[in-house]
């Protein structure tokens, strides 16, 4: 059994402890949010964000690992589309078909937290493991910028 | 789905328009971006994909028949029904038609959507507006020409009456369908032309959005089967018993058809028993086949290749050579079936609808009309999805399991089992007079395509052959253009600069007026060709008008090391009118990157008889910091639209290399480039100042051993980095000196693909670079 907290709510996971995150998120709790695009860590689509504070992979993440810490996924962003992220990627147009880009805003509020008035640099350097198929990186980078009020 | 809302209130009387072509009712049932399921009342059938339901409240549905897949196509086909009809888009909504409703028409591909329903849904918008217009003339007493629509209302031209679509919708439907209404004429377009973001965006970013793979339904369980780890391997036996004892795993079987299937309660529990299944394979007779024997088997079998004109003063010849590449579309292959008695429900991220129902027929023995399909958001297709093998393996699956089912691909399933772009080889032949006119084209390939360039040269003569090969292709976003445009537009550079003349002009000359040379024209104008560029930089320009006329100079600049930089990328297009101006930007920034990825880094190699790459690791995709800046000009047009999902690709590649020509002088010829060194000098960074190293073996397949010693630093560490090509770091670690500044370390290096790359090794200010090439 793990307790954590996911989008505020308090969950108890009755799954085997190395199941990864991801799964738990997807199979077990329904949060079909967040994607599975690699499961071994290389694409970023599985994105969620730890403790309010940093980003994780939850495909490498287990659950036991999470224990008592405080997950928000994509659904837990906010409950209207109010998050600037969200605000941003909407007015620009970020994406195509959409399936990399919960663990993009996930990835990008994790750097919006840690670096609030990020340069173009710092956005390449935090993003450069985050792949689009669809090659939508362009706004991506637009849209962070447009959502840190730059 | 978990929720199933049913669109379907008798007190809510929604103004279903099914504008009659056969004057049949029919029932359709619908699913929305979120996946949920929208049963609307009785409708009479109009258009096989076009349907309008305005509610009372305004809101107005348009169903679309076409797969969304990043393109935008559920934006962009919603956007012509809105205009027509004057529709208020910020009350529309798009639910997606289902093949079951006896409609078909739902194939997406070909880059065809728009170019096909175009003149369809403008009537079908038309024909809304039109009606509503006869209701409120008929309400108010006037003359319908005393009526007009605009955004959602219809007001009195010399009154001050208005009446809302909603308010509407019982009146309308007692009018008759007309059958010529009339259409706008484009210059009186008020969304056609305008950016819009797609119409999903605000599900996708809230994580609503649902792909095959967030279906969910009850009793649904999940399944994952076990690839052969080369064409044509099988099973001699198997044991199951540890897969069996673990938690949440269901079954371990064989399924006919099939081969063996690991069915579980969740994925987790799928993918760990898969993992503990031992197998014995027998390896069949492609075991020893890998990618260097396909290469020899392509360059043997292209047979003759015809000659230019003997007469030519000068005569070129370049031999090209491309890889297989995999969709890897970000979302792997899935479906759900629930495979039941008498009938069936499936629901699938296609392109092909229509045929996805047809091959659950096929191998469940259920009728084709006892089938529905469901199509959810496609989380990218680029051609993959054209296939229905993944929906075939799920509805055995579930037949044999009695149970509803999701299966998928796990990400190596998915890279190494797909049906690639085919690898191919191809020779050009070329001749010019003794004024640098060309005499004589010759385009030969083995499994590629060749097809005749847009230039006036005369007699070209372009053709193809194949080997047999048991590797699975398929068609990849632009199809054969992926491989004829690149090499034609390469090879032409080849004859301008073998000519002595500017790449733009010798093209440029050889054009007849129309659409191609004008984008060709303006993309030199754009991207400033005639500009001169410092040392290290280059321009290259390639054109092609395989799906809409477009024509693309990209900049670079190489270092001396020969670490490259996309600097920027200029796209000028005329592709009729652009429906969603916003769409068409994406799609070819997108193609950019579909086309930097797979020129600079990607290929699918065989192995053992197998694929090689398994994830994203091995079958590099472009990066954020890799990304340049892409500007994109769209040439004004009233004419009709043409499709934008492949055209932004073939042209890119081709520009790419002869942008690397024009810093370098190095003509790539063979792709990934980064198999090719573009260095000017082979160890720029070393100065026996700092220090030396040495590296072995060299080149290398996975591990390989660094030594050396730095004159400048001799405690603490040492960091040793690897850069690719584009000199982003894919590797970095550290080793402690020894004595006297000597260290040594073992690297491995053996997830990242065949190429050229960077060595780093540095402690303070000493910096050593070293190019290494693994193979
Ligand atoms: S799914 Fe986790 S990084 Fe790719
Ligand atoms: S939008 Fe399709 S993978 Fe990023």
Redesign the pocket.
């Known amino acids: 059994m793990t307790t954590l907290t996911i989008n505020g709510q308090q969950k108890t996971l009755d799954v085997p402890p190395d199941m990864p995150l991801?799964w738990a998120l997807r199979d077990i709790l329904g949060l079909t949010g967040t994607?599975?695009?690699?499961?071994?860590?290389?694409?970023?689509?599985?994105?969620v964000l730890v403790d309010n504070s940093t980003a994780a992979?939850?495909?490498?993440t287990t659950v036991a690992e999470m224990e008592g810490k405080s997950i928000t996924t994509i659904e837990g962003l906010s409950t209207d589309n109010s998050h600037p992220l969200q605000k941003a990627w909407i007015e620009l147009g970020v994406p195509q078909c959409g399936y990399c880009q919960a663990?993009q805003i996930m990835n990008a509020t994790a750097l919006l937290i840690k670096t609030p008035k990020p340069t173009d640099e710092d956005i390449n350097l935090w993003m450069k493991d985050d792949i689009c198929r669809c090659g939508t990186y362009q706004r991506i980078r637009a849209a962070i910028h447009q959502a840190a009020g730059q | 789905m978990e929720s199933i809302s049913e669109d379907h209130d008798s007190s809510r009387r929604s103004f279903l328009l099914g504008m009659a072509a056969t004057g049949a009712l029919a029932f359709s049932t619908f699913s929305n971006a979120t996946g949920e399921l929208m049963i609307p009342e009785p409708s009479v059938s109009f258009e096989p994909n076009t349907w309008v339901k305005i509610d009372p409240d305004g809101t107005t549905t348009i169903t679309v028949a076409k797969s969304e897949m990043g393109q935008g196509v559920r934006t962009s086909l919603a956007m012509i029904i809105a205009e027509e009809m004057d529709a208020d888009w910020s009350k529309v909504k798009v639910r997606q038609a289902r093949p079951d409703t006896g409609n078909g028409g739902l194939f997406t591909g070909g880059s065809g959507s728009v170019i096909w329903s175009y003149d369809m849904l403008r009537k079908a918008g038309a024909t809304v507006k039109a009606m509503l217009i006869s209701a409120a003339a008929k309400k108010w007493n006037v003359a319908e020409s005393n009526c007009m629509a605009s955004s959602g209302v219809i007001s009195e031209k010399n009154g001050s009456r208005k009446i809302l679509y909603g308010e509407l919708t019982d009146d309308a439907a007692k009018i008759s369908v007309p059958s010529n209404p009339s259409l706008k004429s484009t210059g009186d377009f008020k969304l056609i032309g305008t950016p819009k973001p797609h119409i999903d965006n605000p599900d996708v970013v809230s994580g609503k959005a649902k792909y095959g793979l967030d279906v969910r339904i009850p009793g649904m369980k999940f399944a994952v089967m076990v690839r052969m780890p080369a064409y044509g391997a099988s099973i001699s036996s198997f044991d199951a018993t540890e897969t069996l004892k673990l938690p949440g795993i269901l079954k371990a079987e064989n399924v006919q058809g099939v081969g063996l299937v690991v069915l579980a309660d969740n994925t987790y529990a799928a993918l760990k028993g898969r993992e503990a299944l031992k197998i014995e394979w027998n390896m069949g007779s492609n075991a020893t086949l890998n990618s260097a024997k396909i290469s020899e088997q392509m360059k043997s079998g292209i047979g003759t290749v015809a000659d230019v004109p003997a007469s030519s003063a000068k005569k070129i010849e370049a031999h090209y050579e491309l890889p297989y590449l995999a969709h890897a579309t970000m979302e792997v292959m899935n479906c759900v079936a629930d495979i039941r008695q008498s009938s069936a429900e499936i629901w699938c991220p296609t392109q092909v609808g229509d045929d996805i129902r047809n091959a659950v027929a096929n191998v469940t023995g259920l009728s084709a009309n006892s089938i529905t399909v469901n199509t959810t958001l496609l989380g990218g297709g680029f051609g993959r999805r054209l296939n229905t093998d993944y929906a075939s393996i799920a509805a055995r699956i579930s037949k044999a399991f009695k149970v509803p089912v999701l299966f998928m691909f796990s990400?190596q399933d998915d890279m190494r089992g797909d049906a690639y772009r085919p690898a191919s080889y191809h020779i050009c032949k070329g001749g010019l007079d003794s004024t640098g006119k060309v005499t004589g084209w010759v385009h030969k390939t083995v499994n590629g395509e060749a097809s005749n360039p847009p230039y006036q040269i005369q007699s070209p003569n372009s053709n193809s052959t194949s080997v047999g090969l048991p590797i699975p292709t398929g068609a990849w976003r632009s199809v054969g253009h992926t491989s004829s445009i690149f090499v034609n537009e390469c090879f032409i550079d080849e004859l301008a600069v073998a000519a002595g003349k500017d790449p733009f002009e010798f093209r440029h000359n050889l054009l007849p007026n129309g659409k191609l040379k004008t984008v060709l024209e303006k993309v030199a104008e754009l991207a400033e060709w005639t500009k001169p560029l410092p040392k290290g930089w280059g321009r290259g320009i390639a054109c092609t008008d395989a799906y809409s006329a477009i024509a693309h100079v990209v900049e670079v600049s190489v270092s001396n090391a020969g670490i490259l930089k996309v600097e920027r990328i200029v796209a000028v297009v005329d592709c009729g009118i652009a429906i969603n101006p916003m769409g068409v930007e994406a799609q070819i920034q997108g193609a950019s990157v579909d086309a930097l990825s797979t020129a600079l880094k990607s290929e699918i190699t065989i192995e053992n008889g197998g694929v090689k790459q398994s994830t994203f690791r091995d079958f590099e995709w472009l990066r954020m910091n890799e990304m340049p800046k892409v500007e994109v000009h769209i040439i004004p047009s009233t004419a009709s639209p043409n499709g934008m999902g492949e055209a932004g690709f073939p042209s890119v590649s081709p520009a790419l290399c002869n942008a690397i020509f024009n810093a370098t002088g190095i003509r790539v010829r063979t792709l990934p480039i980064q198999k090719t060194s573009l260095a000017a000098v082979d160890d720029p960074e070393i100065n026996n100042n700092i220090g030396e190293i040495n590296v072995f073996p060299s080149p290398f397949t996975s591990f390989f051993k660094v030594e050396g010693q730095l004159n400048t630093a001799s405690s603490g560490e040492v960091l040793i980095s690897i850069q690719n090509l584009l000199g982003s770091t894919l590797l970095e670690t550290s080793a402690p000196f020894t004595n006297n500044g000597k260290f040594s370390q073992e690297i491995n290096f053996s997830p990242a693909s065949a190429g050229v790359y960077f060595l780093t090794v540095k402690s303070g200010s000493a910096l050593i670079m070293r190019k290494i090439v693994k193979e």
Do not use: I
Request: glycine share 24%; charged share 15%; aromatic share 4%.
């Open positions: 991801l994607k599975y695009g690699c499961g071994v860590g290389v694409c970023g689509a599985c994105t992979r939850s495909c490498l663990g | 990400r």
